[in-house]
């Protein structure tokens, strides 16, 4: 689960504290939206609206919960940053992305097939092409473990590699270098 339950400490829930209601022991709430991160509830909330995530989290089994959870709060989170375009303009972004560093990895193998046929002797015309060696396991790339940290006085969804604490920044490039409360980082 996300957390421990926050009835243990009487303390209520995120949810329930936003909503204004007592945090009852079974609260469906409780252990994914803990008291430390009321934001997080305040974002799923106004996006998507209590009653809906409460039919959404009755309707999952509990073991789907947690993701479902994330989802909504990652999503929740891009919505309020970028009202029109939500996690779809992060998607966007990076897949413009994907597709220049695909073009710049095609121009190199073109410098290099060039270079290679350049220097090689008559008769190999061509038969340079660059593959591309596997990493070694420590450096392949990581699946990605949403993470949330708080800066300043909302939460802010990071995607970290797995293993790794929260230490990265709250640049994304899709908010134009900007952090959250609108300074330059």
């Known amino acids: 689960m ?16 936003f909503l204004r209601r007592k945090c009852m022991p079974g609260c469906i709430f409780a252990p994914y939206f803990p008291p430390e991160e009321p934001h997080k509830f305040a ?4 996006i998507f609206g209590a009653s809906n995530v409460t039919k959404l989290l009755n309707e999952l089994l509990p073991h789907q919960r947690e993701d ?20 779809v303009g992060a998607i966007s972004y990076l897949q413009r992305q994907v597709h220049r560093l695909q073009k710049e990895l095609d121009a190199a193998n073109a410098d290099l097939a060039h270079y290679g046929l350049s ?11 660059f593959q591309p060696q596997p990493l070694p396991p420590q450096q ?23 293993g790794t604490g929260g230490s ?16 330059n980082m």
């Open 2 to 17: 996300a957390s421990s339950s926050s009835n243990t400490y009487n303390s209520p829930c995120a949810a329930c504290k």
């Open 140 to 162: 392949q790339p990581q699946p990605l473990n949403p993470v949330y940290r708080l800066s300043g006085a909302s939460p802010v969804m990071t995607h970290l590699p797995r």
């Open 119 to 129: 220097t090689s002797p008559p008769g190999n015309v061509g038969d340079l092409v």
């Open 168 to 183: 990265y920044g709250t640049f994304l490039p899709w908010n134009n270098g900007h952090d959250q409360q609108g300074g």
């Open 68 to 87: 479902a959870v994330n989802s909504l709060a990652y999503e929740a989170e891009a919505r309020v940053r970028d009202p029109v375009y939500g996690c």
């Open 43 to 46: 974002n799923v909330h106004k």
